[in-house]
Each structure stands twice: as C-alpha cells, then as structure tokens.
C-alpha cells in the first residue's frame, strides 16, 4: 500500500533522504537567482524581507500626472546630472536607472543612446518626447530615501501589485519560511551519497529569499515530509517534496507569478531536480491586476498549501502501471502518434534503456524518457516544450 506522508522513510543517520534525482525534469530558474543576486539582495527571514519592502512602500508616493507637464532639468556644468520637476512637487525628482529607461520608452526614446549623451543634451531630447507624448497621462512611484528618487514610470492603467503583498500572502502560509511551519528554505542535496538534507542552516549563501530595487523572488519547500509515490527499480521509495517558487516587481520589471510542483532534491547550486507536475500562473500588472491577486494568485497559494497529495501520488501510480508498449513497433507508435519525430523517438527509448537498463513499457517509462531529454536541451524554450508534453501525457493517466 503505498504511503503518503513518508516521516522516516529512509531516513540517512544524518537526517537526509535517499532521493533519485537524475528522474523528472531540472528546473534552473532558482539556481538563475541564486547566481546573480549580491549579499544585500539576500534574506535570512520572510520576516527579514517583509519589512525591507514595506519600508520603502511606507516612503514611497504614486501619482499620475500630465506628461507634458514634466520638466526635464539638466546642466551643462554637470555631464550626468539629471532630475525631473514634477507638477506639484517640493523638491526635483532623480530617476533611477530603471525608472528613466521607463520614461524613455514612454516616450520612444531609445535609452541606451540617452544615457551615452551629455545630461543636457539628454534632457533636450527627452524634453521633447514627453512634451509631444500622445497618452498625455504617466504613473510615478517615488520614494525618499536621503533624496526624492523616481523608482518607476509607467501607463496610468498600471495595476501594481506591492511587493510586500506577496510576501504577506506567502507569510500566511509559512510564517518565517525557516521551520516554524512545513515550509521553508531547502537542504541540500549531497551528490556523492545521494542523500538529500532537509536540515540546512538559513544564511546567505543558502536562501532562496531575495529582494532588489526592481524586483523580489521566493523559493520554499516542503522538505521535512517526504512523500512516497512508488517504488524504484532497486525497491526504495521513491520520495518527493512539494515545492512552489513566487515573483513580482513593483515598478514594472516582471509581472507577478507562482509556479508550484513536486520535487526530489534541491542541490548546493539551487537547481531543483526531478521535478514533476509543474504549474504556473502569472498576471500581468493590468488594472485589475490587484483583484487577480486578490481572487486568484493568493488563494491558489493557499490551496497548493494545503492540498493533499493524493491525486499526485495516484497518478504517479497508474503511470507507472499503465502498459501501452511491449514491442519496438509499440513503443515508436506509441511516442510518434503523440507528435514525436523520429530521431526524438528514437533518442527517448535510447534514454530510458540506459538509464533503467529496459525499454520504456510504462505511461511512467515514456514520461522519465521525455524529461531525460529535455534536460540535455540547451535552450529554455525546446526543454520547457519537452517537459510540457511530458506533463500532458501523464495528466491524461490520472
């Protein structure tokens, strides 16, 4: 009978799980994140990152004002100085470099070409853009932080989403993210044994809780509760843990997203592996895009929370003991009638015959074949194309 909640399956001496990680599919975009976020950008504590970003909300003021009302204010004595005079303003307004890359696509400047030019110079042109810009009307976000800054320029319609928000709504779910509830940070997976550890301490070469000027990303686990669907070739369990990872941007950078699936391991790197049933919801920061959040984004959040595994687990199962291939010619139809060509067909069976030492028999064989390769694909979009089809056929056997 296979178990659910697997709370000793397994368990290594040193608290770790024995996992199979070289199933499912390999997710980089943690590990993205993980590589290009310097110390400041790294959080020890939703806690931690929760007040960073409320703080600058609590200093910050949205506005909609007329384009050409704008004042572009520059000197020749001072080749990078530029501010901004906003209507009704006390003091000048400096763009970020975020914020005036915005306000030079508002207007259909290129700002690349901007920021090479003298402050002045610069300014003239820009001048110009906004007091001819057709939409009349833009959306600021300011702040004050030792100076009146810009932080970012958009459409009078821009639906923005806070980025304190999110990460109260992921609060809610799991309080600290650092063990207070079953979700937090993840272990790390110790590729020379196998063994994946729950029981990392939160620092900040290990956190997947980030913040910048322009965006935030989360990454939690469920890692302290394995979940058991099926067995591998050698007999053990074959362990998962649930996993989701969240974005947004305030000032217009990304939209808002939300992906949630099953995973086996989380390596030093932060790569995810053996991921299977990958979700994703994004909502772009349209005008309503505060009511999607509020009726949609944050309930899903919750739901996946709280949701039991079953349907998952059961799934797994009757890929795994579904039969659609006993032949070669079973196996090449079964796959080419799904939209595989030849040489991908000939590639998946190859896959899975080195690495289960059989020929794919099983919904379950094709499915780990298909995300095999998917993995060796060098770009995103061939390998998300992959691992979706590899998703399809197994939602069809649940």
Same mark, same amino acid.
């Given at each position: ?60 003021? @949205?506005? %909609?004002? /007329?384009?050409?009302?704008? =004042? +572009? !204010?520059? $000197? ?8 901004? &005079? ?40 820009l001048q110009y853009g906004l007091s ?5 009307? @833009?959306? %600021?976000? /300011?702040?004050?932080?030792? =100076? +009146? !800054?810009? $932080? ?8 923005? &989403? ?222 998300l194309d992959l691992e979706g089809r ?9």
């Amino acid at each position: 009978m296979t178990q659910v909640e697997v709370l000793d399956a397994r368990r290594d001496a040193s608290g770790g799980y024995k996992v199979d990680a070289g199933r499912g599919g390999r997710i980089g975009r943690v590990s993205s994140e993980w590589f290009s976020r310097p110390a400041d950008e790294r959080f020890l504590s939703l806690s931690e990152l929760y007040y960073s970003v409320r703080g600058r909300s609590a200093r910050s003021r @949205v506005r %909609t004002v /007329e384009s050409a009302a704008i =004042r +572009v !204010e520059a $000197r020749r004595d001072d080749a990078e100085g530029l501010a901004l &005079i906003l209507p009704d303003a006390d003091a000048p307004v400096a763009p970020t470099h975020w914020s005036f890359g915005q306000l030079a696509s508002l207007v259909g400047a290129p700002a690349s070409y901007l920021r090479q030019l003298p402050a002045a110079l610069a300014g003239i042109n820009l001048q110009y853009g906004l007091s001819s810009h057709r939409a009349e009307q @833009v959306k %600021t976000l /300011e702040i004050e932080n030792g =100076r +009146v !800054e810009l $932080r970012a320029v958009t459409g009078p319609d821009y639906g923005r &989403i806070y980025d304190h928000e999110l990460v109260a709504a992921v609060q809610r779910i799991a309080g600290d993210g650092t063990g207070d509830t079953r979700w937090k940070v993840p272990g790390v997976l110790d590729w020379s044994t196998g063994i994946y550890n729950p029981r990392v301490d939160v620092t900040k070469d290990t956190t997947t809780l980030y913040a910048s000027d322009r965006d935030i990303f989360l990454f939690l686990v469920d890692d302290l509760n394995p979940i058991e669907a099926g067995r591998l070739p050698d007999g053990s369990p074959d362990l998962y843990f649930r996993g989701f990872y969240c974005w947004n941007s305030e000032v217009g950078a990304k939209t808002l997203g939300m992906a949630s699936f099953y995973l086996r391991a989380v390596c030093q790197n932060r790569n995810l592996w053996g991921v299977e049933d990958f979700e994703e919801i994004t909502i772009r920061h349209s005008k309503y895009a505060a009511s999607r959040f509020a009726h949609e984004a944050a309930p899903a959040l919750i739901r996946f929370a709280e949701s039991s595994p079953l349907p998952f687990v059961n799934g797994i199962k009757a890929a795994r003991e579904r039969i659609v291939a006993r032949t070669d010619d079973d196996r090449t139809d079964f796959l080419r009638k799904r939209g595989f060509g030849k040489a991908e067909t000939a590639k998946i069976i190859e896959t899975v015959l080195a690495e289960e030492g059989r020929r794919p028999e099983t919904v379950f064989d094709f499915v780990q074949g298909i995300t095999a390769v998917a993995r060796d694909k060098p770009h995103q979009d061939a390998r998300l194309d992959l691992e979706g089809r590899a998703k399809k056929l197994l939602d069809r056997t649940a």
